[in-house]
């Protein structure tokens, strides 16, 4: 397998525009996690999904920023419009999460660094 | 609340020095821990796990035990290379599949 993959790796935008970060999990993988990491905050959980259903979007920033996963082997997070503060490296990860197991052991993609001016 | 706590960086060691990170945290039930490594411009990767207490996690000369007496999960290398240089993370692994991430431990090893 590739591996989680993600794309574009680099997307430099003006605010206002919207952007889509795209996900591919690793086939067979049942969960689904978007992450943004920046120096002031680290790293911060914003949406996961199970089975391609969104589980818990409590970490979505604000409603300018929306996750969908059509099927198990597809997943896109939208950021409309677009705002400086959303600059960060976006990380996707996947697992095989199994009921009632503690071990979920994530698979990240290399991350989509994404620069607002 | 759950939480994982772990020392703060940077860390900066000369080559084929000890390397010590401490990881303490708090959780209800039987959590699973784990390190995550994050090398520069790349994702995170998992480096190393323990699922049950005084299970000892190993992986490229790295090793750490959970050790549920002292909540703890204390990474330790017993010499680092100029390559180790990377961000380190404490990952605690509730048992609904939850995950908490410490803030995470910058290590840069010089020559």
């Known amino acids: 397998d590739a591996g989680v993959i993600q794309s574009p790796r680099h997307e430099v935008t003006e605010m206002g525009q919207e952007v889509t970060l795209r996900c591919k999990p690793i086939s067979g993988h049942n969960s689904l996690f978007w992450y943004r990491q920046t120096m002031m905050r680290g790293l911060e959980l914003l949406i996961y999904f199970n089975n391609n259903v969104p589980i818990d979007d409590s970490g979505m920033p604000e409603d300018r920023f929306s996750a969908k996963m059509p099927n198990a082997s597809f997943s896109t997070l939208k950021i409309q419009p677009s705002e400086p503060r959303d600059s960060a490296v976006y990380f996707c990860?996947?697992?095989?999460?199994?009921?009632?197991?503690?071990?979920?052991?994530?698979?990240f993609g290399a991350g989509s660094r994404l620069t607002v001016l | 609340g759950d939480s994982v706590t772990q020392m703060e960086g940077p860390v900066t060691l000369s080559e084929e020095a000890f390397l010590t990170i401490n990881c303490t945290y708090t959780a209800t039930g039987y959590p699973s821990l784990f390190w995550y490594v994050q090398y520069p411009g790349e994702g995170l990767q998992l480096l190393l796990k323990a699922t049950k207490a005084d299970d000892k996690g190993s992986n490229k000369g790295f090793e750490a035990t959970y050790r549920k007496e002292t909540t703890s999960f204390h990474l330790e290398k017993g010499s680092v290379q100029v390559s180790d240089s990377a961000v380190y993370f404490c990952?605690?692994?509730?048992?609904?599949?939850?995950?908490?991430f410490g803030q995470g431990t910058t290590l840069q090893v010089k020559p």
């Open positions: 990860a996947s697992s095989l999460l199994a009921g009632g197991s503690g071990a979920n052991v994530l698979t």
């Open positions: 990952v605690l692994s509730l048992n609904t599949g939850k995950l908490i």
